[in-house]
């Protein structure tokens, strides 16, 4: 096994449409065992072909729970249920997060390394990383997706803030003190400032 350079946002190939797998060889295993490893030492919960540079149809996740490593092969979501909102990162948006709305339940047909069809029933975390991973196969990343609901930057500028406006939604921040008060302040780039806050990035 081998550590894949996991691409960041800007990167074209994070934009592409994946193909579907037409044959599950030795290499396409191998691959399958260097996403997972990089997964792993990048402590993430899930990473798609495209994040490692290949436009393929497929993704591998492990949220900790009873189901463990799971690969999905040319995966399919065939059905949705409910909504629920919470914080997403990605590997490829390194220290950024978002409030993302999908759908609270899942089921998912895909074929596994063996090239059978298998069907999953997830929920909660597992269902909210299935469809953040598929996406991934879609050209999309978590600010693309239609229930994007806005991006926490927390110490933005720290963190490289003023380094991703070329690809974040606008250059206008809210920002709302960590304390919870209440107030919300429209800032420009250029002006907000101050550790300890969260940044904000509203829809355009």
């Not at 495209?50 to 995966?75: A, F, K, S, Y």
């Not at 065939?78 to 950024?96: F, H, K, M, Q």
């Not at 997060?97 to 997830?122: C, P, S, W």
């Not at 229930?147 to 809210?174: K, M, N, S």
Request: aromatic fraction near 6%; glycine fraction near 8%; proline fraction near 4%.
């Amino acid at each position: 096994m081998a550590l894949l350079d996991i691409k960041k946002a800007g990167k074209p190939v994070l934009k592409q449409v994946c193909v579907p797998v037409e044959r599950i060889d030795k290499s396409l295993k191998k691959l399958l065992d260097d996403m997972a490893e990089t997964m792993y030492e990048s402590d993430g919960i899930g990473i798609a072909a495209p994040q490692v540079g290949e436009t393929l149809r497929m993704v591998v996740m492990d949220c900790q729970d009873d189901h463990g490593l799971i690969e999905l092969i040319n995966p399919v979501i065939t059905y949705r249920e409910g909504s629920a909102v919470d914080t997403e990162g990605c590997l490829s948006v390194p220290n950024i997060f978002g409030e993302v709305e999908r759908a609270e339940k899942v089921k998912v047909e895909f074929l596994n390394r063996r090239g059978k069809i298998q069907h999953l029933t997830a929920t909660g975390l597992l269902a909210r990383c299935i469809q953040h991973e598929l996406d991934h196969l879609d050209g999309q990343l978590f600010i693309d997706c239609s229930g994007f609901r806005g991006l926490l930057i927390e110490q933005a500028l720290e963190t490289g803030y003023e380094d991703w406006t070329h690809w974040l939604p606008c250059d206008r921040a809210v920002a709302v003190p960590c304390e919870g008060t209440g107030e919300i302040t429209p800032y420009t780039r250029s002006t907000a400032r101050g550790a300890g806050w969260q940044w904000r990035i509203p829809l355009q």
